[in-house]
């Protein structure tokens, strides 16, 4: 195996990489179609990275976390409207969710009220406010929680074909 950069300012292309043990030619190889100077232009900021190389690198690493990074650090798309999501513990998560859940039942009945007549007045923008900010936490805790699974299947701790057969399975029980 190469050296590790000596280079203290790192962006997270080349942390990936070096944590996953990769030189930049093992991981060349292993991304297929990115070459080694592409990859260095990607680690060195001179060239910018394309969401194919995102794909590529968050497999080839072992870190799912690589695509939310990229959205809402580089695509300015994502930018605007994706959460970041920074990875947490399943505990963590789940507390989290329990919480906005319990918060979000007790403003269930203010939400009916506002929304009753399809519009929403002055005197009901505030409580519609902070109702849309428990369901964006919500949203950021359902997005943890998948982040923690993609990290745990990446991992081995859970079998990915099991998970699928077992999601699919529940998917067309609902259907």
């Known amino acids: 195996m190469g050296r590790r950069s000596l280079k203290t300012d790192k962006n997270i ?3 990936s990489r070096e944590d996953a043990g990769m030189t930049r030619a093992e991981a060349s190889e292993a991304l297929q179609f990115i070459s080694e100077s592409r990859l260095e232009k990607i680690e060195s900021e001179k ?3 394309q969401p194919e190389d995102i794909l590529a690198m968050a497999e080839a690493y072992k870190r799912p976390e690589l695509c939310n990074y990229y959205c809402t650090h580089e695509c300015p798309i994502g930018m605007e409207q ?3 999501i920074k990875p947490k513990g399943l505990s963590q998560i789940v507390l989290g969710m329990l919480a906005t859940l319990n ?3 007790r403003e269930k009945e203010r939400l009916i009220e506002i929304t009753e007549d399809e519009q ?4 009901e923008l505030a409580d519609f406010a902070r109702i849309q900010s428990e369901l964006d936490r919500i949203a950021e805790t359902v997005e943890s929680l998948r982040l923690w699974v993609k990290r745990t299947v990446v991992s081995g701790d859970i079998d990915r074909g099991k998970l699928e057969e077992l999601r ?3 998917k067309s029980s609902h259907s």
């Open 168 to 170: 699919k399975k529940e």
């Open 47 to 49: 060239t910018p990275a």
């Open 103 to 105: 918060s979000l039942d």
């Open 13 to 15: 292309y080349m942390r």
């Open 120 to 123: 929403i007045t002055e005197d």
């Open 82 to 84: 994706v959460p970041e």
